[in-house]
């Protein structure tokens, strides 16, 4: 992600607008965004990050189109084999996205796939 980071603020002319660069400016390697992160903490990153939505918003340059989940942050997975578990022994016939609302921790939970390969993620 940070080298990602990099690569757009290289490349991207509205990008540099936005972070107050010219075209002529150097740009940060990704070594900046680790060092900054550690320096700031991921706390405060986020506070800033979510005033600038607001302000945005606000604005009316920004508008809400769609919301990601990072699932791997998510602990309720480690309650799934007993959550199945409770639904088959209540006679479904596995836990799934129609019932897993009901046997699930976290009632937003929902099974899918991601990439080619079909590989089950939980979301």
Not at 26 to 49: E, M, N, Q, S, W
Not at 78 to 97: C, F, M, P, V, Y
Request: aromatic share 10%; charged share 35%.
């Amino acid at each position: 992600m940070r080298r990602e980071l990099e690569a757009q603020l290289r490349d991207s002319i509205a990008l540099r607008w936005f972070c107050g660069l010219t075209i002529d400016d150097d740009t940060p390697d990704h070594t900046y965004f680790c060092r900054t992160r550690k320096v700031l903490g991921t706390d405060r990153i986020a506070k800033i990050l979510f005033k600038i939505n607001r302000q945005a918003k606000k604005k009316g340059i920004m508008h809400k189109v769609f919301s990601f989940v990072d699932s791997s942050a998510i602990k309720a997975k480690e309650t799934t084999w007993q959550e199945r578990d409770k639904a088959i022994k209540e006679g479904q016939e596995s836990l799934n996205n129609t019932n897993v609302d009901k046997y699930s921790a976290d009632s937003d939970a929902r099974f899918g796939f991601k990439g080619k390969e079909q590989i089950l993620v939980w979301i």
